[in-house]
């Protein structure tokens, strides 16, 4: 008979062939959606975000993300850790953390995944083990972000990661690789299949990563739907609209693109039998949303920013937070499937330069 597994604040199911969605019961009701892919040719785990490290209830044996990874059976993974750990207390795969962007509940649990150099790992592999006895020291892992504004991430991050507004203690990493538009990021020489879109707006700082393997791509928090808690895609004062609307163009020609190559390929392959059956990107966001159809998603959230700047999405509330008047533009009552809420700022911010190149491009 088999002994009960630990109580966690976190919750896997599969999402695909190689990856597994991971959403954390926190203290704050952000639900903050984690994704773990296991490499099918390396012996990585990818993860994207690392959650708020703090649970809702503090009496769950298991509250540490890194934890769970290693110790907690799946149900759908064959009742085994996603990444358990050897006889030396090592994990089966080295750790790619991308992190979408450097807010407290994406970046909470960054501490349990350290960079430091493998000389400086052999205490943290003891300590693991529980004994001191002589072993392999721990690979260090390798940390992602956006190279698009890395001065967000090194600079007043109590501030922009929000922890200063959450009495929260600011989690202390070290970035491993600042990533650029567009790069097909490789690890020890070779290609893991993952490419990072440079996504502002959000944040600064914020990116999406496509996993071409399996077609999904991942958005982090730029946007995602109301969901059963009925979150609105929220924008804090340090966002751009100007950027976050270029960021959907940007994402909207990538899926288009992605969707028509592989058409190509299916009517190719099959002479024309089987174009219905072509495999479509899939996309995850940060929150409440995950394989949604990526192009029409993109394409109603686009639309509704649309409304929005043009006056035609109502504002449903109001309420100054940080020093500034924040808006929520709510589409469709109770039953919407988006909510926006940010700095009123940043509208009429938009509204204006928006304007001003459209009247450019109409005198060019």
């Not at 773990?36 to 990585?44: D, E, N, T, W, Y």
């Not at 994207?48 to 649970?55: I, L, Q």
């Not at 001065?151 to 009495?167: A, I, M, W």
């Not at 982090?220 to 609209?241: C, L, N, Q, T, V």
Request: hydrophobic share 35%; charged share 25%; proline share 5%.
């Amino acid at each position: 008979m088999s002994s009960k597994p630990p109580s966690t604040s976190f919750a896997a199911t599969r999402l695909n062939r190689t990856t597994f969605l991971i959403e954390e019961d926190d203290s704050f009701n952000e639900h903050p959606f984690i994704y773990a892919k296991l490499h099918p040719r390396l012996p990585l785990l990818i993860l994207s975000d690392t959650g708020c490290n703090s649970p809702r209830d503090s009496s769950v044996q298991i509250s540490k993300l890194r934890t769970f990874l290693e110790e907690c059976p799946v149900a759908a993974n064959a009742d085994r850790p996603l990444n358990p750990r050897d006889q030396y207390g090592h994990p089966e795969r080295q750790y790619i953390v991308l992190v979408t962007h450097c807010h407290y509940d994406h970046i909470g649990g960054i501490e349990q995944f350290p960079t430091i150099p493998l000389s400086q790992s052999l205490a943290l592999a003891r300590s693991m083990q529980g004994s001191d006895s002589a072993s392999k020291p721990l690979a260090a892992c390798t940390i992602v972000a956006s190279a698009h504004c890395e001065s967000f991430v090194t600079q007043h991050l109590d501030e922009h990661s929000l922890c200063k507004f959450y009495g929260l203690k600011v989690p202390k990493y070290r970035v491993s690789r600042w990533a650029k538009d567009g790069e097909a990021l490789v690890h020890d020489g070779q290609k893991i299949d993952v490419t990072v879109l440079h996504t502002p707006g959000h944040t600064p700082d914020e990116l999406a990563w496509y996993d071409h393997d399996e077609r999904f791509l991942y958005v982090g928090d730029s946007f995602y739907e109301r969901g059963p808690y009925g979150m609105a895609i929220i924008f804090p004062k340090e966002g751009d609209w100007v950027d976050f609307m270029g960021s959907l163009d940007k994402l909207l020609r990538f899926v288009r693109r992605e969707n028509e190559y592989m058409l190509a390929d299916m009517l190719n392959y099959y002479n024309h039998d089987f174009a219905g059956m072509h495999r479509r990107v899939k996309l995850c966001c940060g929150h409440c949303t995950s394989e949604a159809e990526a192009e029409e998603m993109l394409e109603a959230v686009h639309s509704l920013f649309e409304r929005i700047l043009a006056g035609k999405v109502p504002v449903t509330r109001s309420e100054t937070y940080r020093d500034e008047i924040y808006d929520t533009w709510t589409d469709g009552g109770e039953e919407a499937r988006f909510a926006v809420r940010a700095p009123r700022r940043l509208a009429v911010e938009a509204r204006k330069q928006l304007a001003d190149r459209a009247m450019v491009r109409s005198i060019s």
